[in-house]
């Protein structure tokens, strides 16, 4: 079982970004009720690599940024 993604080089860049950075072309937003409070933050998955975007909206300034939920490195 292999539930780790290797992030393509989109998902790489925007890894670590502020939330002000828009999501890259192969994102796509996943659909309400995927996370419990939309306002404070969206998913997103790439078509690409199947990478898990979270983009934190609420917070303080250095916790809003584009985490990658399930990158090969940590
Ligand atoms: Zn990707």
């Known amino acids: 079982m292999d539930l780790w ?12 970004m502020p939330a002000t950075e828009p999501p890259h072309q192969d994102l796509t ?3 309400a009720g995927a996370v419990k ?3 404070a933050e969206e998913h997103y998955t790439c078509l690409r690599c ?3 975007f979270a983009r934190i909206l609420a917070g303080p300034p250095t ?3 584009w985490m990658l939920l ?5």
């Open 70 to 74: 399930n990158a090969g490195q940590h």
């Open 5 to 16: 993604i290797q992030p393509c080089a989109r998902c790489a860049d925007l890894y670590g």
């Open 29 to 31: 937003l996943n659909g």
């Open 50 to 52: 199947r990478g898990v």
């Open 63 to 65: 916790r809003r940024i």
């Open 37 to 39: 409070d939309a306002r």
